[in-house]
Structure formats: C-alpha cells, structure tokens
C-alpha cells in the first residue's frame, strides 16, 4: 500500500476494532496497529493506568500512541475513546475511517467479566451505553463508511472493509459507493 493514508477503525468498546482491523490488515498485506497495544507496552496496563494516574493523563498518553500509529500507515484500531481529542480527530480527517457498531444485546458478552476501566463503576451494561451514546455522534461524524458486527459471519465485515478500503486506496472507487451503510 503506498497510499500514506491509514485504514482507521474507531468505534464503541466491544465492537470487534482489534480483531477485524488486524485481519483486514492480513487482506490488504499491511502492517497493523492496535493503540492500546502501544499504550500496553509502553506503559502497562490500561487499567493500572486509569487508577494510578487518572483519565486525564491516559487520554494523553492515547493521544501519543494515536500519533505513532498513523504515522506508521497500514491499518489502525483506535481505543473507544481515542476520538475525544480534538488534535485525534483532525488527524483522521487525511485517513480512512471505518466506524464499527455493535448492538446491546451482543456486547453485553463480549464486555462481560473484561477489565475496561470506564465499566467499573456500577453496571457495565449500562455504562457502555452511556458511553456509547455520549460518543455515537462523534464516530457518525468522522466515518466514511460504518458496519455493524452484531451478527456474524464477521469474516463479512471484514471481507466488506477490506474490499472497501482496497478501492479506495487503489483510487478506484467511484464517488457514489461512499458514505456510511
């Protein structure tokens, strides 16, 4: 891929960013990049981080790995809420945004018993759709093209990102076969 623009997968927690980014890597023959993963070996992890040095001190951290990563190029999978800063989201507007959804009722397993600091207090149901909501017009915003995992095959999805991305970073996708689905 010699575009320098990135594959970028943003979305709610749970929706499936790191597993279907890195296989729509191995389709596209690139390189991928989980940020949290940097953030993880970098720093440890992201829960210690939470406790130890607050919110505030992650996001800019995630600002930093979200920089790395898209210099890197290839396919990126953003944290949940790396796209709460602004300097994250102008540096998306030169990149391929891939929004991925995902509905209640199947993240509810995906989420359950998982060591996400934002989902500690109370019911982790009901904070991810907080969450989700709070953040929803901002992934709607930045997307050019969105698919919902909540039902498999998920090889689909990933069939349909890789197929979408290809074409576009070919330069070969006709202006009407954009926009979100």
Do not use: C
């Amino acid at each position: 891929m010699s575009d320098p623009r990135s594959v970028v997968f943003i979305g709610p927690m749970g929706a499936g960013k790191s597993s279907i980014g890195r296989r729509v890597a191995k389709r596209l023959a690139v390189s991928f990049t989980d940020t949290d993963s940097l953030i993880v070996a970098e720093h440890g992890r992201i829960a210690d981080l939470f406790s130890s040095r607050g919110e505030a001190e992650f996001r800019r951290i995630e600002r930093a790995a979200v920089r790395d990563a898209l210099a890197r190029g290839g396919v990126v999978a953003l944290g949940g809420g790396a796209v709460l800063d602004p300097d994250t989201r102008a540096d998306l507007a030169a990149h391929l945004v891939v929004l991925l959804t995902v509905s209640e009722r199947t993240v509810a397993s995906r989420i359950q018993g998982a060591k996400r600091p934002l989902l500690n207090h109370g019911d982790p149901l009901a904070e991810w759709k907080r969450i989700a909501a709070e953040r929803q017009p901002i992934y709607e915003e930045l997307a050019d093209i969105a698919f919902d995992t909540s039902r498999g095959p998920l090889r689909e999805v990933v069939t349909g990102a890789a197929e979408w991305a290809s074409a576009r970073l070919a330069g070969t996708a006709s202006p009407d076969t954009g926009g979100a689905s």
